[in-house]
């Protein structure tokens, strides 16, 4: 049976959601450095932020930005596009860039991902809107970031495809989603807690001090943030496993975590960004969503 966002999705797409959006470029050392986002009612909804450095870009952002996000990278000469991970709010304007010319590379599962077009949730619609399919390649170990060089790290966790960058001569780690918060209290139904430790206790055994995350970047102190976002991990481990020991149900432990933010951000996501999946995440692993395995098992 196909899942219900399934059926929902075409509706969506043709549903125009009232949102206006900002754009700024500012500068951090040899990044420029392009935040966006929706607006409802004057509200910002949830910041992007992407970087580009020499004639490379890190994330194209959300597609409702398009000509801010173009012109842009018209600006900075921008020859190739390095997509941390297929969602659509770091490849929504992946295929526009791509049909101006820019080569774009992702991780082999993120090849896979980016050339489907997979649906999306309600919540998705609303926060990022579209991104079409574009054909990428898969990325090397090592990227030209003008005069210096980054190195690709492999960060899955949040998405099966997700890559950070590391730029050694700077102490730069462009890490997509795989930090976002240092006290993350909700998963999405298909993250993956152990793989997300595993991701973090990698970048520990890198040098850096900025944290260039694609939402809440942290330009100093970005290593002890990451320190404090596993510590906090391993303590979310510790209580749910000892709940679970105590024979308590899924729905229990969230209560007794005490974590679960009331906002009503959670409430349009039906179910799919909970502190639920984050427990279930701990203790039977991810849901994969069924398009993305179709996408990462098809031959095309
Ligand atoms: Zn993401």
């Known amino acids: 049976m196909r899942p219900l966002y399934h059926l929902l999705d ?3 797409r043709r549903f125009p959601f009232p949102a206006g959006h ?3 470029a500012t500068t951090f050392e040899d990044a420029t450095v392009l935040r966006m986002t929706r607006t409802y009612r004057g509200r910002e909804l949830l910041p992007v932020y992407c970087y580009a450095v020499g004639e490379t870009l890190v994330d194209t952002g959300i597609s409702s ?7 842009a990278a018209r600006r900075a000469k921008i020859e190739r596009v390095v997509l941390t991970h297929h969602h659509e709010d770091h490849s929504g304007n992946a295929a526009r860039l791509a049909s101006l010319g820019a080569e774009v590379l992702a991780t082999g599962p993120g090849v896979k991902l980016v050339a489907h077009d997979l649906p ?14 574009v054909e990428a390649r898969e990325v090397s170990p090592e990227i030209p970031f003008g005069r210096l060089t980054a190195r690709v790290i492999p960060a899955s966790g949040h998405s099966v495809d997700q890559l950070a960058l590391h730029v050694p001569e700077r102490g730069w780690l462009l890490s997509g989603d795989a930090f976002v918060a240092e006290k993350i209290k909700v998963f999405r139904g298909d993250e993956d807690f152990y793989e997300s430790c595993a991701t973090l206790e990698r970048f520990l055994t ?10 809440r970047p942290r330009f100093s102190g970005g290593k002890e943030a990451i320190r404090a976002k596993l510590a906090w991990f391993r303590e979310l481990e510790g209580r749910v496993k000892d709940s679970r020991a105590k024979g308590r149900s899924v729905r ?4 007794e975590l005490g974590i679960e933010p009331t906002s009503s951000f959670y409430t349009i996501t039906f179910g799919d960004v909970t502190t639920a999946n984050l427990v279930r995440s701990i203790l039977d692993g991810p849901r994969r969503r069924i398009e993305v395995v179709r996408a990462l098992t098809s031959s095309s």
């Open 10 to 12: 075409p509706i969506w």
């Open 120 to 133: 999306r949730r309600f919540y998705q619609h609303v926060l990022w809107g579209e991104a079409d399919p």
């Open 22 to 24: 900002t754009f700024e």
């Open 65 to 71: 930005v398009a000509e801010e996000v173009v012109a």
């Open 206 to 215: 890198l040098d850096f001090d900025a944290l260039l995350c694609a939402h």
């Open 252 to 255: 229990r432990i969230v209560r």
